[in-house]
């Protein structure tokens, strides 16, 4: 859902606050020329999942805790499974544990150096 | 409220059925891409919908009333596509200005914004223009025509990218300013899957698949890896497609009903699941024989 | 969604208006085959010469039965025309229904009868003015005053207006089948050369002078609109019942 994952994104930013307001399914139809109802279907997850929470009549609005909502969801499912995928991979590499860590810890300095 | 409803809809030509007991209803407000392959019956599911052909067995309601030789259907609806018949003697101004006397909510300021923008002659004759020309003109007496129900037969048909991708963009935006039913028919169904509510393929003038969009896109999925262990892992399961690369690699296409777990499993088991876009299973689900037209090459 | 309900009359009004519009290139014919007409009208139908010793008399009759019937033929084709597919076919890019289209046509048909037969008798008149000027032939005319300009105007348009419900007739046939083509010409001649075969009068005489030589005023109208009448329900009925762009 890409909706959805862009609306967190901009929350993960700073660009929403906590108890603000979202977007309408219409303005983000008209943003990305989409169906309004596939806007809408990408409010309603994150709505169900708490990162949004629906006002009657007033639109969808970013929950208190949004942002470390959005973390732990990122952390649990987008980057475990990321991870699975480089374990797996390492297996069909025949690689050791230990490779694999000091493989994730070289690229991190380089991360940081740059 | 249902816009279009019709049941077991038969059309007959002699020796073929183009449209064979068709059952489907289309609600209010929205945008319904129609696709199938080309033969399919799309155009004259459209044509029965507008009035212009007779049905010869079933029902069809738009608008609650049979559309042949309803003059509330007709003042209610617009049929576009590249085959428009304009008079020649008028030019192209008085072609929209003409729209505007029988088309109540027609909009003249929008008409003429996109007249102006799309770069056309007041004074140039219809007959006369390019066919991306023709189809651009024809959208613009669509789009502001703002008919309650307003159809779109390969609208796009010699359309450039640039113009394309702007019509999608004032269909949409104007859907959103003044809600209506739409009917949008392409072959081009990545081009239009994002402006979609809801999609109905039709294959041989039989109903495929009428749902949501959003449906659609999770509808299936993909599984690539080795053959066997594809094959072990979808067990039972109808193959939509199947492409053998190499020597040992399968990649299949499957109705997706797994949860979660077995998903887990299949990814430990080393097969690699992706999802299948909505365009390439309406392919997958429309081919003729399942391989596809490597199998015309096969066996020679 | 509260939708307006589609009024027939509003709609037959707004296709009239449209198609005398698209159709004005009809009338810029209609002037052209009246001029021809004149031109052939010129020299006179017909001349009798009388003479007895110094005296000689030439009597030429100019008339306007020539323009008249060419307008008939211009209606005839107009009639036919406006029945075909893509005149059919551009009623329907707009709002109609088959009914709505056929009572636009109608009406536009009447309109141009009308035209034509005003044009006519005014063609008939600058005839004789030429005649008059250019010839300079002494002028006897059988018709004078408002009156009879006003009989003869009338009947003209009476007589196009049936000849063009024929014409939407024999249009609406061929659209059924193309069969037709052939069928009505072969019909047409084949009733003429009956005449030579069969000593009877011929069909196509018979309904000439039905039509032609009417003494009565009110039944010779109650005649030709009926005619018409029939035509144009026959027509509209055969045209129910047609699709479209297909």
């Keep these: 859902m890409q909706i959805a994952e862009w609306i967190e994104t901009e929350i993960m930013k700073g660009h929403f606050e906590s108890d603000q307001k979202v977007y309408s399914q219409y303005q983000l139809a008209e943003m990305y020329t989409i169906n309004p109802a596939t806007a809408a279907k990408g409010l309603n997850l994150l709505a169900d999942e708490g990162i949004l929470f629906k006002k009657r009549g007033l639109g969808m609005f970013v929950s208190v805790n949004a942002k470390e909502m959005i973390i732990n969801k990122r952390k649990n499912q987008t980057l475990k499974r990321l991870v699975q995928e480089v374990v797996l991979e390492a297996a069909r590499l025949q690689m050791s544990e230990d490779e694999l860590i000091e493989m994730i810890k070289a690229v991190q300095n380089e991360e940081g150096e740059q | 409220m249902k816009v279009i409803e019709c049941k077991d809809l038969t059309k007959a030509y002699i020796g073929k059925n183009a449209l064979n007991q068709l059952s489907f209803s289309i609600e209010e407000n929205k945008i319904t891409g129609l696709v199938g392959r080309n033969g399919a019956g799309k155009t004259t599911l459209l044509k029965i919908i507008g009035g212009f052909l007779k049905e010869t067995s079933g029902t069809i309601q738009v608008f609650s009333e049979r559309p042949f030789n309803s003059l509330n259907v007709s003042a209610h609806s617009i049929f576009v596509d590249d085959k428009m018949s304009f008079p020649p003697a008028l030019q192209l101004y008085e072609l929209l200005e003409a729209a505007g006397s029988f088309y109540p909510n027609w909009d003249m300021d929008l008409a003429e914004r996109l007249f102006d923008y799309f770069s056309f002659d007041r004074k140039a004759y219809h007959q006369r223009l390019s066919k991306g020309k023709t189809s651009t003109f024809n959208m613009i007496v669509g789009l502001a025509a703002r008919c309650p129900l307003t159809i779109f037969d390969e609208p796009t048909t010699g359309m450039d990218a640039v113009v394309r991708k702007d019509f999608y963009r004032a269909l949409l935006k104007d859907y959103l300013a003044f809600p209506r039913t739409i009917i949008l028919s392409s072959h081009h169904l990545d081009e239009i899957e994002d402006l979609l509510e809801d999609i109905l393929l039709i294959n041989d003038g039989k109903k495929h698949l009428h749902m949501p969009m959003e449906e659609l896109k999770e509808w299936a999925i993909g599984i690539k890896g080795a053959t066997a262990t594809v094959l072990e892992w979808s067990d039972k399961k109808e193959l939509i497609y199947k492409n053998q690369i190499g020597a040992d690699t399968l990649y299949a296409v499957v109705k997706n009903d797994f949860d979660e777990p077995s998903l887990m499993k299949a990814s430990l088991a080393g097969l690699k699941i992706t999802s299948v876009s909505a365009s390439d299973l309406c392919v997958y689900l429309t081919s003729e024989s399942k391989g596809g037209i490597d199998n015309v090459f096969s066996d020679r | ?246």
Excluded: H
């Design chain 3, 1 to 246: 969604m509260s939708l307006v309900i589609a009024n027939l009359v509003d709609i037959v009004k707004k296709q009239y208006l449209f198609k005398l519009k698209a159709n004005i290139d009809s009338f810029s014919s209609l002037i052209w085959i009246q001029l021809l007409a004149l031109l052939f009208s010129l020299g006179g139908v017909g001349s009798t010469l009388a003479s007895s010793g110094y005296l000689s008399i030439e009597v030429k009759y100019y008339s306007a039965d020539l323009v008249i019937a060419f307008t008939m033929i211009w209606a005839f084709v107009t009639a036919i025309i406006i029945t075909t597919k893509p005149y059919r076919n551009q009623d329907f890019t707009y709002v109609t229904n088959r009914l709505s289209s056929s009572l636009a046509n109608i009406i536009f048909l009447l309109t141009a009868s009308i035209i034509g037969g005003i044009t006519a008798m005014l063609v008939n008149n600058l005839l004789k003015i030429i005649a008059y000027f250019i010839f300079n032939e002494q002028l006897y005319s059988f018709q004078s005053g408002f009156r009879e300009l006003a009989l003869g105007i009338s009947m003209t348009i009476l007589y196009v207006f049936c000849i063009s419900a024929f014409g939407y007739l024999v249009g609406t046939l061929v659209q059924v089948s193309k069969l037709f083509i052939l069928f009505v010409p072969v019909l047409f001649f084949g009733t003429i050369l009956l005449k030579t075969s069969v000593q009877k009068e011929p069909f196509l005489t018979s309904i000439f002078k039905f039509y032609f030589f009417e003494p009565s005023l009110l039944l010779l109208l109650l005649k030709i609109l009926l005619t018409s009448c029939l035509f144009f329900f026959t027509s509209i009925a055969i045209l129910n019942r047609m699709e479209v762009r297909r």
